[in-house]
């Protein structure tokens, strides 16, 4: 009796137990996500302004359908908004790789290119986008902010101006009420000093995506570009907060306040900026100025050295200095020999001065205070004083004709 209630044990075991008991060692097949839900959740993200996690689902989603063009310009298009250029590019060209003729690839790489300062072949991909697609209103706007930047980086080609107004307004005709052409819009009409319509335009824009930190920092451009500072550092915050990795708000804020006379918040902001980027010679710059208008001028040497002749500071930042070159630059080498010379340092400041009148004579500020180094050094002998003339460039502008 035994043997037989152990004998139908067994063939019940076989029959109905083992057949349905997955094999031991061999890992659970899981549920595959369709490509879509990570799109949904990607689009979700972006609507919320979580950009660096839309990328993320947007990456989930190339790699469940790695032939679908769209996820990688989506991928591009926000890689932009957060400042990776060179993933934009490697996206866009992924999206080209499956359609060559896709105009929006080929649009979205020319303004990341445009982006980096790569003006050549930006202006070529966004040619190619315009030829495959003569209705690509975003392919009018971004050839005409990458013409600004040409232009505001004094590589000003033959009729850029021109040509940017001619693709601003063709970006108008044919999508009045994009993003992209209310941007590129305000963009020159910021260069050629229409702030108001600018901030017109600029204002259109954030209406459309309020997420974008590049549209808050232009609109607070404008705003103090008309004096009115306020208005300007609370968007220069906006833009902090969307994109607290980028070094431009806080060294925009300090720039406002350095024009409003406020030189210890100038200070705090500029020394924020450079904690964001530690590498970067012009915000060592700009904190030299700082600590110059402060009258610290011993404070303001180092940073001044740093964005000048470069070196690597007591953290350990290697820092590579600046060439001499008119704009911006020439402010840092002109406050670095104003401070050399007030500080006793004069064989280092007449190097400067001289420096300076050899290499931008046509800029009238840097030539005065070079011309000042010599007789600051001159009179410490005496205890007489100096006037120097520190200015402050891109506060504000006249006005010209509207493009």
Not at 49 to 57: V, W
Not at 199 to 214: G, L, M
């Amino acid at each position: 009796m035994v043997l037989f209630v152990l004998a139908g044990v067994g063939v019940y075991f076989s029959v109905f137990v083992v057949p349905t008991t997955p094999p031991l060692f061999i890992p659970t097949s899981t549920a595959t996500r369709a490509p879509e839900s990570f799109i949904t959740d990607a689009q979700q993200l972006e609507n919320n302004g979580k950009f660096t996690q839309a990328i993320a689902s947007y990456k989930q989603a190339s790699l469940a359908d790695p032939k679908n063009p769209n996820i990688f310009l989506n991928l591009a298009r926000l890689m932009i908004y957060t400042g990776s250029y060179d993933d934009a590019i490697n996206n866009a060209e992924n999206a080209l790789l499956l359609n060559p003729n896709n105009s929006q690839g080929q649009a979205l790489r020319g303004y990341a290119l445009g982006l980096q300062g790569n003006y050549l072949e930006a202006e070529g991909a966004l040619q190619k986008a315009i030829e495959a697609d003569a209705n690509n209103a975003i392919g009018f706007a971004y050839y005409t902010e990458v013409l600004v930047m040409e232009i505001t980086d004094q590589k000003d080609a033959l009729g850029a101006l021109d040509k940017a107004t001619q693709y601003s307004r063709t970006a108008q005709s044919l999508a009045p009420n994009l993003m992209e052409t209310h941007r590129a819009r305000g963009d020159l009409l910021e260069i050629t000093s229409n702030y108001e319509e600018a901030i017109a335009e600029f204002q259109a824009a954030i209406a459309i995506n309020p997420n974008i930190a590049d549209l808050h920092l232009a609109l607070g451009r404008n705003y103090r570009n008309l004096q009115q500072s306020g208005k300007a550092i609370e968007e220069f915050n906006r833009a902090n907060a969307l994109n607290p990795f980028d070094p431009l708000p806080d060294s925009y804020i300090s720039r406002t306040y350095l024009a409003n006379g406020e030189f210890p918040k100038a200070i705090q902001y500029a020394a924020a900026a450079i904690k964001v980027s530690p590498n970067d010679p012009s915000l060592y710059g700009s904190l030299g100025v700082m600590y110059y208008h402060n009258k610290q001028y011993k404070e303001a040497v180092d940073p001044l050295r740093l964005a000048v002749r470069g070196g690597t500071t007591s953290d350990g930042n290697v820092v590579k200095g600046l060439p001499l070159d008119y704009g911006r630059i020439t402010e840092y080498y002109y406050t670095y020999g104003l401070a050399l010379a007030k500080t006793g340092s004069c064989t280092e400041a007449l190097q400067i001065s001289q420096l300076i009148l050899n290499n931008v004579p046509n800029d009238e500020d840097a030539v005065y205070n070079a011309q000042q180094m010599p007789k600051i050094c001159q009179e410490l002998i005496t205890g007489t004083a100096t006037p120097t003339r520190v200015v402050t460039p891109g506060i504000a502008g006249t006005a010209t004709p509207k493009p």
